[in-house]
C-alpha cells in the first residue's frame, strides 16, 4: 500500500486550502523535507495524514523542556505527525518543539507538521468544546489543528481533568450535541479534519445516523494482540480511517502488557526478516491500512520506528499473526476496579481477576453482570493450597457465580478432581455458608498498584470500598 494519491507526504489538501492562520516563516532556509518517507493517507475531509505518529505521553510524564526536545528529536529523524491531547500535558511542550523547529529550519511551514488533539470528557458538554479547543490551541500556540478528536464517548461532569475518573462524575453522552460544535470547530477552521477515538462500531453508527461532517478518524486501541478485525472492516465500509494507539501493546506501561513485544510469532517473523519485533507490529499496523500512534522517547528506537515501509509481510506471515491470541488486558489494574472504566465502549468484554471463595469480589461480579463483562476467575483455589480438601466445592461455587474457572494443576489426578464440578450443585443454605466465610486476598497487588502517581491513590480506591 502507498499514498493514496501517490505522493510522498507533504501535509496539504486535495481539494481547497485552508483559510486557518499558519506559521509559515519563509525566510528561514528549510531542509528538505525528512518525513517525505512516510506515507500519507487521504482522510474523508480531503486532507492528507502522515500514517506514522508520534505519541506525545507516558507515565510519569518527563518535565516540559524534556518532552520538547523529545519531540524536537522526533522532527529530526523524520516525524510529521504528532498525538497529543488536552489530557496529556503535552500540547505546551509540542507547540514549544514546533516553535523552535520553524525557529531552526527543521520544517518550512506549519504546514509541515499534522498535529492531532483531543477533547477531554469533562469539555464534551457542546457549550464547551469550541473553548476547549481554543484552549488546545493556545497550548499549542497554534491557530488550528489538523486533526481534533472526541477522546472517549463519555461525558464527565465540568471541571478538573481527571484520570482515572470517578463513577460518580459520569453523565449519560451528549453525542449529538459534542459532534454538533466538533463540526462548528471545523467550520471555524480551527480544526482541519474531526473525528472520534474509542468508539465501537455501535457507537459509530449513531454518530453517522446524524452527522452533517462524519468524523475522518477513529483512534483505537489496535495491535497484533488486539486486532479489532470487525471495527476495523466497519470503519473501512464507512471511510473512516482508523489509528492505532498502543501499537506495541504499551509494554513497560500500567496500562499495557507485553504480549506484543513478547509474542513468539511476531519474533520469528521479525527473526525470519531481519527486523526488530516492533517494526514487524507496526508494519502490520500499516498492512491492515491504518496509521500506528506509538510512543518512543529514544532516539533510536524513534528511528527504528519509522523503518517499516519498503518492505512487507507475506500472506503467510500474515496469516500466522491473525492467529495471535487475543488479549485486550488494560493492565491488571483494571481488572480490579472496573467501575472506573464504565462507559469506555472499548472496555473488556472479559476480565481476569483473582476470585475464590475467600476472595469473593461480589460487588465486581455484579458489575461485569450488568456491563456484560465475563469474569474468569485465577487462584480459584487459593494459589497457595489454602482451600485444598474442598476444591471441587471451591470450583463450582465460582462456577455458580457465573464466573469461568482458571485452575493450574499439573497434577492427573487433581485435573481430573478438577472438572468434576458439574452436574451437581450448592443448596442455598451451602451457598449462605460460604457467603460467611472470612475474607482474605492472597495477591498482595497494593504494592503493585498504589501509589501517588499510580492509577489507584489508596486502597480503598482499588477495591472500590470493598476492603
Ligand atoms: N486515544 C486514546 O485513548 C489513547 C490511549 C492510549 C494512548 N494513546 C496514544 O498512543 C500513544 C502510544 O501508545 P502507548 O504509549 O500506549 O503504547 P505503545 O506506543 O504501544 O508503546 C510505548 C512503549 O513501547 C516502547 N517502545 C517504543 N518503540 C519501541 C521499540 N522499537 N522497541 C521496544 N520498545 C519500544 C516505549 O519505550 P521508549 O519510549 O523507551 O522507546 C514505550 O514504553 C500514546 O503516547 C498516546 O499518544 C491514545
Known sequence: MEDADGSPGNINRTSSSSSAPSLSISWVHCVPNMGENVPSVVLSSGWKMPMVALGTTTEPLPPPQVLTSTYLTAIEVGYRHFDTAALYNTEEPLGHAVAEALRRGLVCTRDDLFIT????????????????????????????????????????????????????????????????????????????????SNFDCEKLSQLLAHATIPPAVNQVKVNASWQERKLIEFCKEKGIHVCAWSPLGANGSWWGSNSVMNSPILNDIALAKGKTIA?????????????????????????????????????????????????????????????????????????????????????????????????????????????????????????????????????????????????????GEELNKISQILQQRVFPAEELFVSAKGPYKSLDELWDGEI
Open 117 to 196: 488533539s483531543k477533547l477531554w470528557c469533562t469539555d464534551a458538554h457542546p457549550d464547551l468544546v469550541i473553548p476547549a479547543l481554543k484552549n488546545t490551541l493556545r497550548k499549542l500556540g497554534l491557530g488550528y489543528v489538523d486533526l481534533y478528536l472526541i477522546h472517549s464517548p463519555t461525558r464527565l461532569k465540568k471541571g478538573e481533568m481527571v484520570y482515572p475518573f470517578n463513577k460518580e462524575d459520569i453523565l449519560p453522552f451528549d453525542m449529538r450535541g459534542t459532534w454538533e460544535a466538533m463540526e462548528e470547530c471545523s467550520r471555524l477552521g480551527l480544526a482541519k479534519s474531526i473525528g472520534v
Open 279 to 427: 517494526q514487524v507490529a507496526l508494519r502490520w499496523i500499516y498492512e491492515q491500512g491504518a496509521t500506528a500512534v506509538v510512543k518512543s522517547f529514544n532516539e533510536g528506537r524513534m528511528k527504528e520506528n519509522l523503518q517499516i515501509f519498503g518492505w512487507e509481510l507475506s500472506g503467510e506471515e500474515l496469516n500466522k499473526i491473525s492467529q495471535s491470541p487475543q488479549s485486550r488486558v488494560f493492565g491488571s489494574g483494571k481488572s480490579f476496579s472496573l467501575a472506573k472504566f464504565l462507559d469506555w465502549t472499548n472496555y473488556p468484554k472479559r476480565s481476569l481477576v483473582e476470585l475464590n471463595v475467600a476472595w469473593q469480589q461480589k460487588k465486581l461480579i455484579d458489575f461485569c453482570k450488568e456491563n456484560g463483562i465475563h469474569l474468569c476467575a485465577w487462584s480459584p483455589l487459593g494459589a497457595y493450597g489454602t482451600l485444598r480438601g474442598s476444591n471441587a466445592v471451591a470450583l463450582r461455587w465460582i462456577y455458580e457465580q457465573g464466573v469461568s474457572v482458571v485452575v493450574k494443576s499439573f497434577n492427573k489426578g487433581r485435573m481430573k478432581e478438577n472438572i468434576q464440578i458439574f452436574g451437581w450443585e450448592l443448596s
